[in-house]
């Protein structure tokens, strides 16, 4: 993928391709950023880059076409398996590196979710780094760098790849055909990941997130049955309890702000609720109830039945 298809990261490949053309590429990278802004993108262009020998991917080379086929053999991809990166893993990939590269110049290895190497892994994966086998490229992905052996930091050279802005999130969704309005909402409630937007979109959570707080906020102390009713099947399940309450969160968040005069507001799809709920609530009762839910959100991290946290927080926001 030529590097000008990456949106929102102008930094990072600009640092990436002063390098190609000065022909100056770093032995070992750490791309850092939240999950789902481009750095697995920009890996895979910085590699293509490098087994094309031109400091943009042409996209036409035989290099270029194994690359976006994801099959070439000189590229190697290590990530966590049921969340860890194990040294028997690393064994393998130091193995696979010192062999001779296919027909890239040199061979590239992408580590997913670096910090989940463990200890031995780690220690394991320092030797690669001080002595890569056959001078391969190592370019290491991370959400959370501070999880890595300073050693492993120090030996990179670290870029920072930074949230995606809404706007870019929603025009990326919209290039896959996703109706304008749901995906300026998903862009809103992603926090700059396009991986998160994508999930949203895809599991229908915008349309669940309507129901659960159109359920919530119409619900009153005087028909507790209904109630009762409502917090039995919302919270089911301590999971689903548990999204009802970030719902929750930041639906109250944003009638606090739209009190306040702000006009950006992350329930951008829910945009009449928030209002009518923030006109017909004070400020402080919009805090006691922020409280509230703050309150149900601790109850269900330390094991309070779901059903009777959820009982309990409606009835603190249904009194009026
Ligand atoms: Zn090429």
Not at 3 to 14: K, L, P, V, Y
Not at 60 to 77: E, G, I, T, V
Not at 102 to 124: G, L, S, Y
Request: aromatic share 4%; charged share 25%; hydrophobic share 45%.
């Amino acid at each position: 993928m030529p590097f000008d298809e990456i949106r929102g990261q102008d930094h990072a490949i600009g640092v990436l391709r002063r390098s190609l053309a000065a022909n100056r590429v770093a032995h070992a990278y750490l791309f850092e950023g939240i999950d789902g802004c481009g750095k697995m993108l920009t890996a895979f262009s910085l590699v293509e880059a490098l087994f094309c020998g031109s400091p943009e991917p042409c996209g036409a080379c035989p290099a270029c076409r194994k690359m976006a086929n994801r099959q070439h053999p000189d590229l190697h991809l290590l990530e966590p398996e049921k969340g860890v990166i194990k040294i028997d893993r690393i064994r393998e990939i130091q193995q696979e590196l010192s062999l001779r590269p296919a027909d890239a110049p040199k061979k590239a290895c992408i580590v997913c979710q670096a910090d989940r190497m463990n200890q031995a892994a780690a220690n394991a994966f320092l030797k690669t780094l001080e002595e890569p086998p056959g001078n391969a490229l190592l370019i290491l992905l991370s959400d959370t760098p501070t999880a890595l052996l300073p050693t492993i930091l120090s030996r990179c050279q670290r870029l920072r790849f930074n949230p995606l802005s809404q706007e870019v999130v929603a025009a990326l969704l919209s290039a896959r055909g996703v109706p304008a309005e749901e995906a300026r909402s998903a862009a809103s409630l992603a926090g700059g990941s396009m991986g998160k937007a994508l999930d949203i979109t895809r599991q229908g959570s915008l349309a669940r997130r309507k129901e659960i707080v159109e359920q919530v906020i119409n619900l009153s102390p005087r028909n507790f049955a209904l109630l009762t009713a409502t917090a039995e099947r919302l919270g089911h399940e301590r999971e689903e309890a548990k999204e009802v309450v970030e719902v929750l969160t930041l639906f109250f968040r944003d009638v606090l702000l739209s009190r306040h005069g702000a006009c950006t507001l992350v329930n951008s799809d829910l945009q009449a609720c928030v209002e009518w709920t923030a006109a017909s609530l004070s400020t402080r009762g919009i805090l006691e109830r922020l409280d509230a839910v703050t309150g149900a959100g601790r109850s269900l991290f330390r094991n309070v039945n779901p059903r009777l946290t959820l009982e309990t927080l409606f009835l603190s926001l249904a009194v009026k």
